[in-house]
């Protein structure tokens, strides 16, 4: 069955890197994109970033882009979330989630457009 395992959270000073993995098994990510959300306490869910089943990104948080990198190893079925120059606003619980469909391009960040989730991983920053 299909299954999504984030990994690679924990706390982080201000300005460090961390890197957050979304292990995946039940399906192949040739055929699938795959999305990265946040939640931070007492807010919306937020879609970060997505990587199609062909590999192009899409990055929806003006913030993150040039800090954050999604990419995938195919051989390990995992997503990756590289983060860089970390802030105390990136705090958040970090899901990775599938997009809904087979060779579906990547969707905007309307939750009910991906059909699994993982567990989320915490990611805390700061000093």
């Known amino acids: 069955q299909v299954q999504l395992v984030e990994s690679g959270g924990g706390l982080v000073q201000p300005g460090g890197p961390l890197r957050l993995s979304c292990a995946t098994s039940?399906?192949?990510?040739?055929?699938?994109?795959m999305g990265w959300f946040r939640q931070a306490p007492g807010k919306e869910r937020e879609g970060v970033s997505c990587?199609?089943?062909?590999?192009?990104?899409?990055y929806w948080v003006d913030s993150v882009k040039g800090r954050f990198t999604i990419s995938r190893d195919l051989a390990k079925n995992t997503v990756y979330l590289q983060m860089n120059s970390l802030k105390p606003e990136d705090t958040a619980v970090y899901f990775c989630?599938?997009?809904?469909?087979?060779?579906?391009?990547?969707?905007?960040?309307?939750?009910?457009?991906?059909?699994?989730w993982g567990q989320g991983t915490q990611v805390t920053v700061s000093s």
């Open positions: 989630a599938r997009v809904r469909g087979v060779w579906t391009a990547c969707p905007d960040t309307s939750t009910h457009l991906y059909d699994y």
């Open positions: 039940g399906f192949s990510l040739e055929h699938y994109a």
């Open positions: 990587i199609s089943w062909s590999g192009s990104s899409t």
